[in-house]
C-alpha cells in the first residue's frame, strides 16, 4: 500500500512543483529521511474533512511526499517549525484508485509547535 504524507502551512502560494500533488510527491526512496523544505510556493491542493482526520481544517499550501515500505514496518515521523508564526497540519494518507483518504494526522501543537505521529 502506499502512503501520502501531505503538510500544510499557512504561507504564500506559487507555481506547481514537485511534490505540488499525488500525481507528482516528493519520494521518500528508504528510512531514516531528513529534509529542510518550505510550502512557499506551493498550492491548497487538499481540503480534507476536518473530522476525517484531526479536527482542523486544511487552509495553507500543501507540500506531498510519498513512501512506499518494502515491508510492514512501524514509522515516527515528525514535523519541526522554525518559525512561530507558522501552524503546520500533518497528514498521512492512503491512496486507493488515485483518490487520497486520511490514514491519520496531527495539528495539536498551534502556530510554532513541531507534530509528531
Do not use: K
Request: glycine letters at 12%.
Amino acid at each position: 500500500m502506499r502512503y501520502i504524507l501531505v503538510l500544510t502551512m499557512l504561507v504564500g502560494m506559487g507555481l506547481a512543483l514537485t511534490g505540488e500533488n499525488i500525481a507528482d510527491p516528493i519520494v521518500i526512496h528508504y528510512l531514516p529521511y531528513n529534509t529542510q523544505y518550505t510550502t512557499v510556493g506551493f498550492a491548497n491542493d487538499y481540503s480534507l474533512d476536518p473530522s476525517d482526520c484531526t479536527g482542523h481544517t486544511t487552509l495553507g499550501p500543501d507540500v506531498v511526499y510519498s513512501y512506499t515500505p518494502s515491508e510492514d514496518e512501524c514509522v515516527v515521523m515528525g514535523v519541526a517549525i522554525p518559525v512561530e508564526v507558522w501552524d503546520v497540519s500533518f497528514y498521512v494518507l492512503t491512496v486507493d484508485g488515485g483518490v487520497p483518504s486520511c490514514y491519520t494526522g496531527s495539528d495539536v501543537m498551534g502556530a510554532g509547535g513541531a507534530e509528531i505521529l
